[in-house]
């Protein structure tokens, strides 16, 4: 495979390729046809090794829009909160009681936007949650292990 500048300087201006560098040129592209190996993209392996993973999948929980409360269960890592929002812009924190942001302070869901609260709390035993802030409009979607 010929390097990039070497093919420039054999195309320059007032030159000649000789068969033998022509070849080389078009032999240092992939043609459209061609299929890619995943191998050949650099950075790939380690970008899908850096994906969610099954487990992460698996303990989602999307939650009725306008809910204002989730139960965790006991032993549970709590990794992350998602808001999805609706009619209007809010402000969400996450607490132990109705006015309480112990567990996350308040956030602003814009219009239509999300708000993303992420955090590894452990919850040895059963312990309820509150969304302070939620309206009927806004789904929490709950990531736990």
Do not use: C
């Not at 609706?86 to 956030?107: C, M, P, Q």
Request: charged share 15%; aromatic share 10%; hydrophobic share 45%.
């Amino acid at each position: 495979m010929a390097l990039l500048n070497d093919i420039l300087t054999w195309w320059s201006t007032n030159k000649v390729p000789t068969v033998a560098q022509r070849q080389a040129t078009f032999n240092s592209f992939r043609h459209k046809d061609d299929l890619l190996q995943i191998s050949d993209v650099e950075g790939l392996s380690d970008s899908l090794n850096t994906k969610a993973n099954a487990s992460a999948i698996n303990g989602k929980v999307v939650l009725a829009a306008g809910t204002t409360f989730y139960d965790v269960p006991a032993g549970t890592l709590l990794n992350a909160i998602w808001f999805i929002g609706g009619a209007s812009a809010r402000e969400i924190g996450v607490g132990l009681t109705n006015s309480d942001t112990s567990l996350f302070e308040y956030g602003t869901l814009q219009l239509g936007g999300n708000l993303l609260f992420n955090g590894a709390i452990p919850f040895p035993a059963q312990t309820r949650i509150y969304f302070n802030g939620t309206a009927s409009d806004v789904v929490p979607i709950i990531f736990k292990q």
